[in-house]
């Protein structure tokens, strides 16, 4: 019997084991739930993409096509550090669509019960509408699916960077039949509001989910405190891609700080995480003397990330853009005590001294914050205070993964008329 639900995904971006979760369980959770899958993607295999440290990911539920990304010969390596690397990963992006609609279209061809195309990021939007252009007579739906959008930023930028960026606003204007944005902090609902208001009808502006935490394992967390060399410390917490807008230098200053005006402290900045940025915050770890006060942990899969919060006691995130990532996400469900920078929508998640700390950035910010870690280690009936507060906000603003897919599968099986 043929399946009357399918649907084809058209991504740059492949499924990760230490990174971006939703990429795959998106899929996995339309198969799971009857959904005939095929998810197309062009990987971007280049040392400065997101995958040199990952293994590939194939599921056995669903069809997955992978393709490998355009790039020259030595392009990476050539232009790393100068301004037309810039322009050489747009050209990448661009290529990506015609590549994504190209493999597309002959998946379509080969499988006539698919109606629900599934575009990630603008690339994936882009060569959605080229299928649907191309197959006019089948009624296909364009699902567009961004993982945040840095709307403000979009908004106040000069002509030059929105020509640069012409993809991701090419996409939002196309009048898909549904756009699902992650509500990450960077206020991409602001952006489609502002420039394109008749498309605000058809989005869906979603927090992303985070699993319950599983009961803490003292044996397990003892053993990774133990291999790190991390006992009768406290621990601070930093988990992101490394990436340079992620601004764990930041993170690091603090330490830093702290280091100088509290030699004896017991506090000790623990990353996690991997990316382009990596070799520069070590090299500024050992400038600043800090090999005693900063430990670099490197990618860890998703499984195992929790044992990570259980053993910290407090977090810290200090984005460019907004701090309101999984990572963070992560850290009020396991009720941790949270530092991090007033920019984006983090302010709606974090109130100052009530539920964490967040702080406005100026010239003195570092220092603040470096203070009130400090301060925060000795936990005092402040600390106890914001603990109870956290909790509160995990119950009133989380939701499971479980709960945040069934939300987009009712959506999807609306358009598909089931």
Request: aromatic fraction near 10%; charged fraction near 25%.
């Given at each position: 019997m043929e399946n009357d639900k399918e649907i084809l995904f058209l991504s740059p971006f492949d499924f990760v084991e230490k990174g971006i979760q939703v990429i795959l369980k998106t899929p996995a959770f339309f198969s799971q739930n009857g959904w005939g899958v095929h998810f197309i993607v062009v990987r971007d295999v280049s040392g400065v993409g997101s995958y040199f440290y990952e293994d590939v990911i194939t599921p056995k539920s669903f069809n997955v096509y992978r393709y490998k990304m355009f790039e020259l010969f030595g392009g990476d390596k050539f232009l790393n550090g100068t301004k037309l690397k810039t322009f050489y990963s747009k050209l990448r992006s661009y290529i990506a669509i015609f590549q994504l609609a190209f493999y597309g279209n002959k998946v379509l061809k080969e499988n006539q019960n698919i109606k629900i195309l599934y575009g990630y990021g603008p690339v994936g939007?882009?060569?959605?509408?080229?299928?649907?252009?191309?197959?006019?007579?089948?009624?296909?739906?364009?699902?567009?699916?961004?993982?945040?959008?840095?709307?403000?930023?979009?908004?106040?930028?000069?002509?030059?960077?929105?020509?640069?960026?012409?993809?991701?606003?090419?996409?939002?204007?196309?009048?898909?039949?549904?756009?699902?944005?992650?509500?990450?902090?960077?206020?991409?609902?602001?952006?489609?509001r502002e420039l394109f208001p008749a498309r605000v009808s058809r989005l869906f502006f979603w927090v992303n989910g985070v699993e319950k935490k599983p009961?803490?394992?003292?044996?397990?967390?003892?053993r990774l405190i133990s291999k790190l060399s991390l006992e009768n410390k406290k621990i601070v917490l930093s988990v992101s891609r490394l990436a340079y807008w992620k601004r764990v230098d930041r993170s690091i200053e603090?330490?830093?700080?702290?280091?100088?005006?509290?030699?004896?402290?017991?506090?000790?900045?623990?990353?996690?995480?991997?990316?382009?940025?990596?070799?520069?915050?070590?090299?500024?770890?050992?400038?600043?003397?800090?090999?005693?006060?900063?430990?670099?942990?490197?990618?860890?899969?998703?499984?195992?990330?929790?044992?990570?919060?259980?053993?910290?006691?407090?977090?810290?995130?200090?984005?460019?853009?907004?701090?309101?990532?999984?990572?963070?996400?992560?850290?009020?469900?396991?009720?941790?005590?949270?530092?991090?920078?007033?920019?984006?929508?983090?302010?709606?998640?974090?109130?100052?001294r009530k539920n964490g700390f967040i702080y406005e950035i100026d010239e003195s910010y570092l220092k603040r914050m470096a203070k009130d870690l400090v301060e925060a280690s000795k936990e005092n009936?402040?600390?106890?205070?914001?603990?109870?507060?956290?909790?509160?906000?995990?119950?009133?603003?989380?939701?499971?993964?479980?709960e945040r897919l069934m939300a987009e599968l009712e959506l999807i099986n609306k358009l598909n008329g089931k």
């Open positions: 939007t882009l060569a959605c509408y080229f299928l649907k252009w191309l197959h006019p007579k089948r009624s296909l739906k364009v699902i567009s699916r961004y993982f945040g959008i840095t709307g403000t930023d979009l908004l106040i930028s000069s002509y030059i960077k929105r020509i640069l960026n012409w993809d991701i606003l090419f996409a939002l204007s196309l009048p898909v039949d549904a756009c699902i944005i992650t509500n990450d902090g960077t206020e991409g609902d602001k952006l489609l009961a803490e394992n003292d044996e397990e967390c003892g603090v330490l830093s700080i702290i280091a100088r005006e509290h030699p004896d402290t017991s506090l000790c900045l623990l990353i996690l995480g991997e990316g382009a940025d990596k070799e520069r915050l070590i090299e500024l770890t050992k400038t600043l003397g800090l090999e005693d006060y900063v430990k670099f942990v490197g990618a860890v899969p998703n499984l195992e990330i929790g044992t990570y919060y259980q053993i910290a006691d407090f977090f810290i995130s200090t984005y460019d853009l907004s701090n309101v990532g999984n990572p963070l996400l992560e850290a009020i469900r396991y009720n941790k005590i949270i530092f991090t920078i007033n920019n984006g929508d983090t302010h709606r998640w974090i109130k100052h009936s402040t600390i106890k205070s914001i603990q109870s507060e956290i909790i509160k906000t995990e119950k009133d603003m989380l939701w499971t993964w479980n």
